[in-house]
C-alpha cells in the first residue's frame, strides 16, 4: 500500500518562509509526477506546484519567484519551499504523486496526501 505523508505546516507570518514535505512510502517501482495541491476555504482545489519524472518544474502563476518545488528521488520525496508568503497563500497542501508504480509491469495510480495546514497571519 503506497502512503503520502505530509509534514511542515503551521502558521508563518507574511513574508516569511515554510518549507513542506512529502514522502511516499511502501513498495514503489517508479513515482511519474509529484506535486503540490492547496484548497482554501470555499474554493476548490488548484495545482500549486509541480515536478516530472525528469526535474522539469511547473508553478501557478500567482506562486511564480515565490516557491520553489524540489524532488529527491532516491527518498520518493517532494519538498516546496514556500517564501515572501502572503495572506492568500493561506490553505490546506496536499501532495499528490502520479502513476506510482509498484512494479514495471502496472500503469500505475495516482495518490494523495491527507493534507496539511499552512496559514499565513499576523
Known amino acids: 500500500q503506497v502512503q503520502l505523508v505530509e509534514s511542515g505546516g503551521g502558521l508563518v507570518q507574511p513574508g516569511g518562509s515554510l518549507r513542506l514535505s512529502c514522502a511516499a512510502s511502501?513498495?514503489?517501482?517508479?513515482?511519474?509526477?509529484m506535486g503540490w495541491y492547496r484548497q482554501a476555504p470555499g474554493k476548490q482545489r488548484e495545482l500549486v506546484a509541480s515536478?516530472?519524472?525528469?526535474?522539469?518544474?511547473n508553478y501557478t502563476d500567482s506562486v511564480k519567484g515565490r516557491f520553489t518545488i524540489s524532488r529527491d528521488y532516491p527518498k520518493n520525496t517532494v519538498y516546496l519551499q514556500m517564501s515572501s508568503v502572503k495572506p492568500e497563500d493561506t490553505a490546506v497542501y496536499y501532495c499528490n504523486a502520479v502513476r506510482v508504480r509498484t512494479t514495471r509491469w502496472e500503469y500505475g495510480y495516482d495518490y494523495w496526501g491527507q493534507g496539511t495546514q499552512v496559514t499565513v497571519s499576523s
Open positions: 511502501g513498495i514503489i517501482f517508479s513515482i511519474n509526477a
Open positions: 515536478i516530472t519524472s525528469g526535474g522539469s518544474p
